[in-house]
């Protein structure tokens, strides 16, 4: 069983970054497919970005392509997500996901999940 810890978020002005970090202290990563999602208050579970942990394969939503990338060191056994010019509408609880297989976007694939960090984006 993964046990993934999410660090990272915080508060930052619209148009700042910030780079979030996923880890497992006592498994490696390296057999799984990785994605952040957020959860916005009220709302659902938003796929953010994935990748396939041995081929570096991302994919990203229009929404935050161009200003989001997802990147993984197997030395740290750590995904990270930074997170540049960010927005009012980037605010929610980002999540880290894992699954064995292939990337997707759907939030109900992923097997194991971390326990969220806050990110508040203020205009």
């Known amino acids: 069983q993964l046990q993934l810890v999410e660090s990272g978020g915080g508060l930052v002005q619209a148009g700042g970054s910030l780079r979030l970090s996923c880890t497992d202290s006592?498994?490696?990563?390296?057999?799984?497919?990785m994605a952040w999602f957020r959860q916005a208050p009220g709302k659902g579970r938003e796929f953010v970005a994935s990748i396939v942990w041995l081929d570096r394969q991302t994919q990203y939503p229009d929404s935050v392509r161009g200003r989001f990338t997802i990147s993984k060191d197997n030395a740290k056994n750590t995904l990270y997500l930074q997170m540049n010019s960010l927005k009012p509408e980037d605010t929610a609880v980002y999540f880290c996901a894992a699954r064995t297989g292939g990337t997707t976007d759907k939030s109900s694939a992923y097997e194991y999940w971390g326990q969220g960090t806050q990110v508040t984006v203020s205009s």
């Open positions: 006592a498994h490696t990563l390296s057999s799984y497919s």
